[in-house]
């Protein structure tokens, strides 16, 4: 996990925002390879382990993902607006297969949510059980999300992206009312976050 997005880590557990402490064991670079994040408010604690965050009694397995498609990929990119590089994009379920092409592609960083990620630098995945977003306000410039995404994972996501960032949803997935429609067609929506 780049030490820029480990910067933004905030506890998911339903109390005042608090962000959360991390102690690194082990970077690269500016890559957090091993470390320990924790809250100093409810004491919850995750592992960060070869670039990952993992929290407790998160599921075992992450979620597979299928082969990504090259040509699907370049589309995800251009409905994210992804044409300059920098910051972080946050993938949900089947938009995990194309976290390595994006980083690849346009020089972002991918945080992969309940997937499996593949072992790319710049791609870091978060396992957590069914609680907010450990990351604070504005913390992604664009989201995509998967149809099976929760709701409550979705108003997040939108909470997390910054104002004017591109969130893509795959239907039949609702479009929150948070995010302003740039268009749609039989496979996704595409919209701005708005606050």
Do not use: K, N
């Given at each position: 996990?780049r ?26 670079e ?22 990952h ?5 998160a ?6 993902v299928?082969a ?9 990119i ?5 044409a ?5 994009v ?13 980083v ?6 991918a945080?992969?949510?309940?997937a499996a990620a593949?072992r790319?630098?710049?791609v870091s ?6 609680l ?29 992206v ?15 009312e ?15 976050a708005?606050?």
């Amino acid at each position: 996990m780049r030490l820029e997005l480990a910067e933004r880590l905030c506890c998911p557990r339903p109390h005042a925002p608090t962000p959360l402490i991390v102690v690194a064991q082990r970077t690269v670079e500016r890559e957090l390879i091993e470390g320990v994040a924790g809250c100093p408010v409810c004491r919850l604690e995750a592992r960060i382990e070869d670039g990952h965050l993992r929290f407790p009694e998160a599921p075992a397995d992450p979620s597979p993902v299928a082969a990504p498609d090259a040509e699907r990929a370049l589309r995800v990119i251009a409905l994210l607006g992804l044409a300059e590089p920098g910051g972080a994009v946050l993938l949900t379920g089947a938009y995990a297969a194309y976290a390595g092409a994006i980083v690849r592609l346009v020089d972002v960083r991918a945080v992969v949510l309940g997937a499996a990620a593949e072992r790319v630098d710049g791609v870091s995945a978060v396992h957590l059980p069914d609680l907010a977003l450990p990351f604070t306000d504005g913390t992604f410039r664009a989201a995509a999300l998967a149809a099976d995404t929760s709701m409550p994972i979705v108003l997040d996501a939108v909470r997390c992206v910054t104002p004017g960032g591109r969130v893509l949803g795959a239907r039949p997935l609702e479009r929150p009312e948070s995010v302003r429609e740039l268009a749609r067609d039989e496979l996704e929506w595409v919209g701005e976050a708005e606050r």
